[in-house]
């Protein structure tokens, strides 16, 4: 018999009995046990913030035993929401994503939903589930695709001072040490940033990647270290945590690190030195348990000498350095690499299985790389799609300013506009439609790109 039938028969006049009250305590008990099965914590108030019932999860969100939670003034954890105005007397229910709550000295920062209890149109308290925002955002981070995919064992390279790297990197990946990975665009450096994270404790951690060169130079605090309510123009009802707080128990990848404005620098080093972040308009310093890994391309010791970037922070970042080389000074990793990107594309597209010519081959390892890993892997992209036969014939690299160079010979008899055209579209199918990328990909113009789809009359909107 459940416990409000018993109420409504007592409420009836009914006399209570021996067997009425043993069923009432058999149904408080597996209420208990329901409630301690729940993995959220899950607390019940009255209409006077008492503190009614709760979970053990209370407990260990709070971090304090039953008696101290007994204890607490509910109007002042929740002081920051209108409990009585909206949830009492309007009976409505209200999320909170990512509120900080004060027990004590401590600062919970949680997911809270609070939903009035109504029994005959009366309200007779609230219930209160409480999910701790460590936990919530491990599992978005999860969904939004924050995770490290690369490890040591994918890093392709028959290079002896590469392969040395990567014993280094092996080492100190068991390590909370900062590592900074210098090296030209396209040779790995988040590769190696994800294998770093992968191989060390905190793999079951969040992987936070972020590209300092990509974020407007006005929103570079806001994104780091995030912002609370009402802290400027435009900020989110609640706050919003900052790619810092998004990474705690995990790795934040500090991508393009020499990007990042000269007046954030002191701000960033402080957080780095005490481990902590105080959001923009917040009142207190949250901890946190944060690795860095930083990349950059730039040389960061001609940057200091410009005084573009701070001797203090290089220093902070730098306590472990990665220097990758360039694909022109690992030419036994041409091919190899070469290859595997094509047995990539065969597995994709198992209708046909294509090879390398010889001159294609020949071609690779006479190239400058410029573009290094990346290039290669677009160049062997390009030449498995455009190539009609099953073996991959001699297609240029083209510099930006030049025209795509294709092959003469086709066997359908198509012509050098027809190839180059098709080309073009094939570039923008992939990138879809977007003609910068398409651009890069085929090593010409913006210019030179937008020229050729416009004589050529391709409309972009329905690739």
């Not at 008492?50 to 407990?59: A, G």
């Not at 309200?123 to 995919?149: C, D, S, T």
């Not at 972020?210 to 609370?228: D, H, M, Q, R, T």
């Not at 190539?387 to 795509?404: L, M, Y």
Request: proline share 2%.
């Amino acid at each position: 018999m459940e416990v409000m039938t018993l109420m409504e028969k007592l409420k009836n006049g009914d006399v209570m009995t021996q067997d009425m009250r043993s069923e009432i305590v058999d149904s408080y008990k597996l209420m208990d046990v329901a409630l301690d099965s729940i993995l959220n914590g899950l607390m019940i108030i009255d209409t006077e913030l008492r503190i009614k019932k709760f979970n053990h999860k209370i407990c260990e969100l709070f971090q304090m035993d039953e008696a101290a939670i007994l204890k607490l003034d509910m109007n002042v954890v929740l002081k920051e929401i209108d409990v009585v105005g909206n949830i009492l007397i309007n009976k409505r229910k209200f999320s909170y994503s990512d509120i900080t709550l004060t027990i004590g000295s401590k600062q919970i920062d949680c997911f809270l939903d609070i939903t009035p209890v109504v029994f005959n149109e009366k309200v007779m308290g609230a219930v209160l589930v409480i999910r701790e925002a460590k936990q919530v955002r491990k599992e978005i981070n999860k969904l939004a695709g924050f995770r490290a995919n690369y490890t040591f064992d994918k890093i392709i390279t028959k290079n002896k001072t590469m392969l040395e790297l990567i014993n280094t990197a092996r080492r100190i990946a068991k390590t909370n040490c900062s590592v900074l990975i210098e090296g030209e665009s396209g040779t790995g450096k988040e590769l190696f940033a994800q294998s770093i994270h992968n191989d060390s404790q905190r793999r079951n951690g969040p992987f936070i990647a972020i590209n300092c060169a990509a974020i407007p130079k006005e929103l570079v605090e806001s994104e780091f270290f995030g912002y609370e309510t009402g802290s400027f123009t435009g900020a989110i009802k609640g706050g919003m945590p900052g790619k810092f707080e998004l990474a705690n128990g995990g790795t934040l990848f500090l991508d393009e690190i020499g990007e990042i404005p000269l007046e954030m620098q002191p701000k960033l080093l402080r957080v780095l030195d005490e481990n902590k972040v105080m959001r923009i308009g917040g009142s207190f310093a949250r901890d946190l348990d944060v690795r860095i890994v930083a990349a950059t391309n730039r040389n960061l010791l001609n940057e200091m000498s410009k005084s573009a970037f701070r001797q203090d922070l290089y220093f902070r970042l730098n306590v472990i350095n990665l220097r990758l080389l360039p694909l022109k000074r690992r030419p036994e990793d041409i091919l190899v690499l070469g290859r595997y990107f094509l047995e990539q594309l065969n597995c994709e597209n198992s209708d046909v299985k294509k090879y390398f010519s010889k001159a294609f081959e020949e071609k690779l390892l006479a190239n400058e790389w410029k573009g290094n890993v990346r290039e290669l892997k677009n160049m062997v992209e390009r030449g498995y799609y455009l190539s009609a036969g099953v073996f991959i014939d001699c297609i240029e690299a083209p510099t930006k300013e030049q025209n795509v160079i294709l092959p003469v010979r086709d066997s359908d008899g198509e012509t050098l506009r027809d190839l180059e055209k098709n080309s073009i579209e094939q570039a923008l199918f992939l990138n879809k439609g977007n003609a910068v990328k398409a651009a890069e990909d085929l090593c010409i113009s913006r210019a030179t790109i937008y020229r050729k789809i416009k004589a050529y009359d391709i409309h972009v909107t329905s690739l």
